[in-house]
């Protein structure tokens, strides 16, 4: 590898793959005690992509969302250096879902990994992988966030069923001449104390007293859905508010605020709390759900394709998950 250097860094291109199938509130009348107009109220979410288990996976639709990011920069896997893919939901322990999606696209032999950080992963991966480029240990890498969270829902707990789709979204990061461009302040935090609030228990054991009622299955997602808001709430605001002071940037400043698609009134409140234009925070979570650590990637893929991130303008990733986690990544971007 080559000794490091303050090289710029550039999205070169972004993808995104999602299920055919959708579950719209409707479909949970059916097996749940509730209503459209309550999950509509609650969550912001009208459907969302369930993956087939028969035909899609956190592994396919990782590959895809990759090579339509690779297509876009018209670029080659064989010229990626790294691949990282964040996700909880990867195939199995053991390989890594990144290895095998470097394979699919032609990466081989770039290096590849699997980050495990629940719906942080797309923002954390990216982090990673900027700092990669940027200090000249890797010319390109692929970043993925990914989840078939369908796999790990229990459809009889209303808590979660109606929140969790699938899908996934990708960006491929390259060298730039410009220092300037890239990732100008990131943050990457946890508290571990408090991951009772969300978590996925594989055997009894993992189970901690304050939750030896649930009747949630082993093996799915658990949550203190009251802990959860209040912990999002303020630190979407308190992440947003630290990234705006460390790059001296106003809220005005920003083409957009690329939020983790986790619930509407979790987004509406810190949007309002820090008085955020509406135009300047991208919504999804009507379409998709909560897709845990592909929801940012897949934001940032619509809003490219869409040219909504002015050219010029900086923009910022934030997103809070399990673990608990949360993270920042705010960008500069050259101008038309």
Not at 119 to 145: D, H, L, P
Request: hydrophobic share 40%; charged share 20%; with cysteine.
């Amino acid at each position: 590898m080559n000794a490091p250097r303050n090289w710029g860094v550039r999205i070169a291109g972004t993808g995104s793959a999602v299920p055919e199938r959708r579950m719209t509130n409707a479909d949970f009348t059916a097996i749940l005690d509730t209503s459209d107009e309550w999950i509509l109220q609650r969550t912001g979410i009208s459907e969302r992509r369930i993956a087939d288990p028969n035909a899609e996976s956190t592994f396919n639709l990782s590959r895809d969302a990759l090579q339509r990011a690779l297509d876009a920069a018209g670029m080659k896997g064989s010229e990626l250096d790294l691949v990282i893919v964040g996700t909880l939901t990867s195939e199995m322990p053991c390989p890594s879902t990144a290895v095998r999606v470097a394979a699919a696209v032609g990466a081989v032999p770039a290096g590849a990994f699997d980050i495990s950080a629940a719906c942080c992963g797309f923002v954390y991966a990216m982090n990673v992988a900027e700092t990669m480029v940027r200090s000249g240990r890797a010319k390109a890498v692929g970043v993925i966030g990914a989840e078939t969270l369908s796999r790990v829902t229990d459809y009889t707990d209303r808590t979660c069923s109606i929140l969790f789709g699938d899908g996934a979204g990708a960006a491929v990061l390259v060298r730039d001449e410009d220092p300037a461009l890239g990732c100008i302040h990131q943050s990457m935090q946890a508290d571990g104390s408090r991951w009772e609030s969300l978590y996925l228990p594989v055997l009894p054991r993992d189970v901690p007293e304050s939750d030896l009622q649930s009747t949630v299955r082993l093996g799915c997602l658990r949550m203190n859905g009251r802990e959860v808001f209040k912990f999002a709430v303020t630190k979407f605001r308190e992440v947003i508010e630290e990234s705006l002071a460390a790059t001296r940037l106003s809220a005005n400043d920003l083409s957009q605020v690329i939020c983790h698609q986790s619930n509407i009134r979790i987004i509406e409140a810190a949007r309002e709390r820090i008085g955020l234009d509406p135009e300047k925070v991208y919504v999804n979570i009507d379409r998709y759900g909560n897709t845990s650590a592909a929801s940012v990637g897949i934001c940032l893929d619509e809003l490219t394709r869409a040219g909504k991130l002015t050219p010029g303008l900086p923009f910022m990733m934030v997103a809070f998950g399990g673990g608990l986690t949360w993270a920042s990544s705010v960008w500069s971007t050259r101008g038309a």
